[in-house]
Every structure is written in structure tokens, then in C-alpha cells.
């Protein structure tokens, strides 16, 4: 794990000393299943069933420097999938910060749940999972401090720029490309996108 950290380091995706510290003490062969286990620190996407993955760590790395989590955030994450990224965020948030952690299928929402509880994070109730479509958002926990989505999706749900705060950070991949969203005023956004990454597709149902 540790020549992996170096390696995100030494190649600029990791930066954060708080993000650097959460890739040290969340270990990823936690997240991934037990025929994947000796493959868990090398810098490449592993499959965790259901058609799904866990993201390539150069792929987090980039985009947590990107949303730029803090303590105490509220935090809304899509696609919780095996749980690694939202572990990531439980630890940097802290125990005032909470994490919704959305994911549509039933296994994976139980295989994420049960990952995360390893570092307690669901039993301190900072991440709380929900297994439901995440194209209307959460509205019912709204407004988010960050928001944050691991599939890709061909446009940006309008209910995840209304439930974004003023001030907040948003990481989306629209189709091979991630954006950066930085939410000024109601409808007004600045915009940062970076191409060249691949993702699973976002799934409505």
C-alpha cells in the first residue's frame, strides 16, 4: 500500500495532506473481494460484481482532490458501490461531517454497509447507506456540501445542482470526462472538465 500512496504522491494525483492521510489509514483490500485481494494495491480498477468496480485509486485520488472534502462536511456520494470512497470521506469528514452513500444494487449496498463498518463510520451513523436511484438526488437530506458520483452519466441531473449548497463542491463524469462543478449563486456554476477517464455507467433503475 505504501509504494502505491508514493507512487499517486511522486505523480501529483495525491497532494491534500488530509486526503493522503485517509488513502494511508483506509486500507483498500478491504473493498475488494477475496480473489482480489493480492491485486489490491496495484493502480487499476478491480471488479466487485454486478457489472460494477472499484475505481482505479489514481481515478479517487483525482477526484477527491478535486471535491476538496472537509471536516464537519455533508456529503452526498452516488454509486457507493464496495465502500472504499466512502470510507475515504467518513475519515476526512470526521465525526461531525455525515456521508449519504447511495447505491442501486441490493448486493452492493450490503457489500459497501458491511465494508465501512470495519472502521465503525456506520455504526458513529457518519455514513449512512440508502439503496435507491440516485437520479432525484436525496432530497429529503438536502442541501450537500459536496457531492460526489462514481458512474458515468451522459448529463448532470438537475436535482443534484438544486441540492448542492451555495459555496459547494460538486465531481460528476459525464460520459469520459470529469467535471468540477462550483456552485456560486442558485444557478450559477463555475465549470472545470477533465477528459481522457473511464467509468461504469450511471444506472437509473
Not at 483525482?62 to 458501490?81: H, R, T, V, W
Not at 468540477?180 to 444506472?203: C, H, M, R, S, Y
Request: hydrophobic share 45%.
Amino acid at each position: 500500500m505504501k509504494n502505491l500512496i508514493k507512487e499517486l504522491i511522486s505523480s501529483n494525483y495525491l497532494k491534500t495532506p488530509a486526503i493522503i492521510d485517509a488513502f494511508q489509514k483506509i486500507d483498500r483490500k478491504d473493498f475488494v473481494p477475496d480473489e482480489y485481494k493480492d491485486e489490491a494495491y496495484i493502480n487499476a480498477p478491480l471488479p466487485i460484481g454486478y457489472g460494477q468496480t472499484i475505481s482505479q485509486p489514481l481515478t479517487v485520488a483525482f477526484m477527491l482532490e478535486l471535491l476538496q472534502p472537509e471536516p464537519g462536511n455533508k456529503i452526498l456520494e452516488i454509486g457507493s458501490g464496495s465502500g472504499w470512497k466512502t470510507a475515504l470521506l467518513a475519515y476526512i469528514i470526521g465525526d461531525k461531517g455525515k456521508i449519504f452513500a447511495m447505491e442501486l444494487i441490493p448486493e452492493l449496498e450490503m457489500m459497501g454497509r458491511k465494508n465501512v463498518s470495519k472502521y465503525n463510520f456506520v455504526q458513529k451513523k457518519i455514513a449512512v447507506f440508502h439503496c435507491l436511484t440516485a437520479a432525484k438526488g436525496l432530497p429529503q437530506e438536502a442541501p450537500f456540501d459536496r457531492i460526489i458520483s462514481a458512474a458515468s452519466c451522459q448529463e448532470i441531473p438537475p436535482a443534484w445542482k438544486e441540492q448542492l449548497k451555495t459555496g459547494g463542491r460538486m465531481v460528476v463524469p459525464v460520459k469520459d470526462v470529469i467535471y468540477l462543478l462550483i456552485k456560486k449563486d442558485e444557478n450559477i456554476f463555475t465549470e472545470q472538465a477533465f477528459p481522457g477517464f473511464a467509468f461504469v455507467p450511471f444506472v437509473v433503475e
